[in-house]
């Protein structure tokens, strides 16, 4: 029963260095998203995208970038690391988009030094 | 500006006593509101939800109330155990960007003994 699983769960990176978080879900969802979320603040949406093959930019995409080849897979990728990238990091899934529940990932816990 | 504001930080309950959060928005064009809960080193789960046709919706213990005219909505829990101690978020999509679900800050609550 793993729903949305996301690897790694805690990574620290130095500056300029690149990283790929991956997520995986079980679902059969067409729906996938990228949040972060920092202290304070709610879940920022970096990326989403509604089908295999297909990607777009949410509130905060700069900096980050995604691919979806396989449905049940979403990559999150950081191709050189900032400080400001320092964050939780949850992926997440739906069936549909805006009013139906999302499932979410463990999160990815994001130390850049 | 599409925001949705949950401007108390923290809450403090004691156990079998009433719990109320609450939720504020500043755009009458959201028609739909979740809310999701969030353990720590966990991702948001769903806990319940309202549409504007609605002024009050009720699962078990949770109810939630909508106040369209104040642009306000409210989680009541009835009665708070131990096992509610968690971050509440409130999250509306917003129809005007492809329903990306925009976020509160979070209310964390705990109950206590």
Redesign the interface.
């Known amino acids: 029963n793993a729903g ?1 699983t996301q690897t790694p769960k805690f990574r620290v990176l130095k500056t300029g260095q690149s990283m790929t978080l991956l997520c995986a879900q079980d679902m059969n969802h067409e729906y996938m998203y990228w949040y972060r979320q920092d202290p ?6 970096i990326h ?1 995208s509604v089908g295999e093959g297909t990607t ?1 930019k ?2 905060v995409p700069d900096g980050y970038n995604v691919s979806r080849l396989k449905k049940q897979n979403f990559l999150l990728g950081l191709e050189s690391a900032a400080p400001s990238q320092t964050s939780v990091y ?1 992926c ?1 899934s739906s069936y549909a ?3 139906t ?7 990815t816990r994001l130390t850049v030094v | 500006d599409q925001q949705v504001k949950q401007n108390s930080p923290s809450l403090s309950v004691q156990e079998g006593r009433i719990s109320i959060l609450n939720c504020d928005y500043t755009n009458s064009m959201f028609d739909y509101f979740l809310w999701y809960k969030k353990y720590p080193a966990e991702g948001p789960t769903f806990l319940i939800s309202i549409s504007s046709i609605k002024d009050k919706n009720e699962d078990g213990r949770f109810t939630v109330f909508l106040n369209k005219s104040a642009k306000h909505l409210s989680l009541h829990i009835v009665p708070s155990q131990p096992g509610d101690s968690a971050v509440y978020f409130c999250a509306a999509p917003a129809r005007g960007s492809n329903y990306q679900l925009i976020w509160g800050a979070g209310t964390k609550l705990i109950i206590k003994p």
């Open positions: 949305v304070g603040m709610g879940l920022r949406l989403y777009a949410g509130e949850f997440a988009q805006g009013r529940e999302a499932f979410f990932g463990q999160g």
